[in-house]
């Protein structure tokens, strides 16, 4: 009966009405799927009736792909919206596009490790009660015949053999570069600053040594497996990555090889005060004694070390804030 | 090879296990790309047929100008639409940056210009002797407009899947737009984007097969409605 119905409609009719059933579809489907319900490491067996619906207001939180990848977010996202009954939703972005998205005020919270970047950010007025709350090192990774000989040196003096071999056009020598303005790229020309040399003319396009991937630090860690090359990485993703890889840490000493995060509470044109009270929250949260332990714990099992060292308070070294309760709802002027 | 293989018994267990965050995912994926699928051909298909029924000066220019955007880069489909979404872009007190309202709007946008097209493509098909034996007929010329279209159909709906399977398959529009966010915005690509970063490569392909298969099930799905 029905298919006769269809059958005596017109053609453009018929299209219309498949239209009109994708969209009821959809209706009736965003009423089942309940938005912000997680659950990657929660077993089929206790999923949903566990999970506390997410109802009260959404806080954005803009963070960068090697913090993200590495886990740490999600697993701190269900603490901190059970204890303020807020829906965290977390956006992973590169340091570049995170900071641009706060400027435009299209998120409420940044978690990033890129000191010189963030610094521009606060001095632009664009961010509130900017906090460290962990750090670990990068390191250099390599082959394990390491070609170039530089293991044990110092970063400064490893990146200058590298260099110099690979200009010289040693056969096998290369340096895969993120070449994409995260932080982990920052660090890489703060090193090659370092060293003594201007990045834009003496290091890029210098030579075939130098390959620039413009990809997340997990694709560049697997170029640089495949091409037997020298890359400068964060630990945490080197060790989520360490099995599928030929790369062994060749540097793994160094000051300029410090890695610090630090949070954000983003201060954007016409934020209403309540997200930036939430926002303050969520910074409390992170340098919290109780988080901070948890950050310090984060991976042990997986990886048999920690992926984090909190700052528990100690952060004098690293000349940032890691302790001030994050309070201040607008930018102080007379602050820099 | 061994991660392909991988890639399939992960899909297949995956599947069979009914894991609660692929099954969300998937449906996420499902219910987006659809109501992008339908808002475009709610909006491309009378346009086209606008475009074909009636004769204007640029008709030729303006066909052209559509049938490029067929290669619009669904990361600049992304961009426009995230400057158009963002808090501090013209729609922006409406929210919808980061949300799946604003992923449907970001894939609708990247396929209206093909179905536009398709839609185009199918009534020319249709042949010029159709229509006139209808009018010499004694048809109206709303009649025959409607009949040439029912002759299309087919080729429209081959147009819809066409345009769904940009709207599913993409990954730079999801990805600015949606930010894919855990539980909200997160769809088939952009967690095998993620995933593929993370290197669990063997979950990556399993959300490809998922992927496709169920691109499989709408193509049936639309072609038993247009069968009838």
Request: glycine share 12%; net charge neutral.
């Amino acid at each position: 009966m029905n298919m006769h119905f269809l059958s005596t409609l017109h053609g453009g009719t018929v299209i219309f009405l498949v239209a009109l059933v994708l969209g009821a579809i959809l209706i009736s489907g965003c009423t089942t799927t309940n938005p912000g319900q997680g659950g990657a490491q929660i077993p089929p067996t206790t999923q949903s009736p566990s999970l506390p619906p997410h109802k009260g207001q959404k806080l954005i939180l803009a963070t960068t792909t090697s913090l993200y990848d590495t886990g740490l977010l999600d697993y701190l996202e269900p603490l901190f919206e059970e204890k303020y009954g807020v829906d965290l939703l977390i956006t992973s972005q590169g340091t570049g596009k995170a900071l641009e998205i706060a400027k435009r005020g299209d998120c409420d919270i940044l978690a990033v490790h890129s000191p010189d970047q963030e610094k521009a950010f606060m001095d632009g007025g664009y961010g509130i009660n900017r906090r460290c709350f962990a750090y670990n090192y990068f390191i250099v990774v390599g082959p394990a015949d390491d070609p170039a000989g530089i293991r044990g040196m110092a970063p400064q003096e490893a990146f200058r053999t590298i260099l110099g071999k690979g200009k010289a056009g040693n056969p096998g020598i290369f340096f895969v570069s993120r070449g994409d303005n995260s932080g982990t790229h920052s660090a890489e020309k703060n090193i090659w600053k370092a060293a003594g040399y201007n990045y834009t003319s003496e290091v890029q396009r210098s030579g075939a040594w130098y390959i620039e991937a413009g990809k997340g630090m997990g694709e560049t860690l697997q170029l640089a497996s495949e091409k037997g090359a020298y890359t400068l990485t964060d630990e945490g993703t080197y060790l989520a990555y360490r099995g599928k890889l030929n790369l062994v840490p060749v540097i793994e000493e160094g000051d300029i090889l410090l890695n610090v995060y630090s949070v954000i509470t983003v201060h954007a044109k016409n934020q209403p005060v309540e997200k930036i009270t939430m926002a303050n929250n969520f910074v409390n949260f992170l340098i919290s004694p109780g988080i901070q332990a948890k950050i310090g714990e984060y991976g042990k099992e997986k990886y048999g070390k920690g992926l984090f060292i909190p700052m528990n308070g100690g952060c004098m070294r690293f000349e940032c804030d890691c302790t001030t309760p994050a309070s201040e709802t607008g930018p102080l002027t007379s602050f820099k | 090879m061994n991660e392909i293989v991988d890639g399939f018994v992960q899909a297949f267990s995956l599947i069979i296990s009914l894991d609660p965050e692929v099954l969300e995912i998937t449906a996420r994926s499902l219910l987006i790309s659809l109501a992008a699928t339908a808002v475009a051909s709610l909006v491309a298909i009378p346009l086209g047929g606008l475009i074909h029924f009636r004769e204007f000066g640029g008709k030729r220019g303006l066909i052209t100008i559509i049938q490029t955007l067929y290669a619009l880069p669904t990361v600049v489909a992304g961009l426009f639409v995230f400057l158009l979404l963002s808090r501090a872009g013209p729609l922006g007190f409406l929210g919808l940056l980061f949300t799946p309202v604003g992923m449907v709007i970001g894939q609708a946008v990247l396929i209206i210009p093909l179905l536009v097209g398709m839609t185009l493509v199918a009534l020319s098909g249709v042949k010029r002797a159709i229509s006139d034996e209808i009018v010499a007929l004694g048809a109206t010329q709303t009649q025959a407009i409607l009949t040439i279209i029912r002759e299309a159909r087919f080729a429209i709906i081959g147009g819809i899947i066409l345009g769904f399977g940009r709207a599913i398959s993409e990954v730079g529009a999801a990805m600015i737009i949606g930010g894919n966010i855990r539980g909200y915005t997160r769809v088939l690509t952009t967690a095998i984007a993620l995933e593929t970063s993370m290197g669990n490569i063997a979950l990556s392909i399993a959300l490809g097969m998922i992927l496709l298969g169920i691109a499989m099930v709408v193509t049936v799905a639309l072609f038993i409605v247009q069968e009838r």
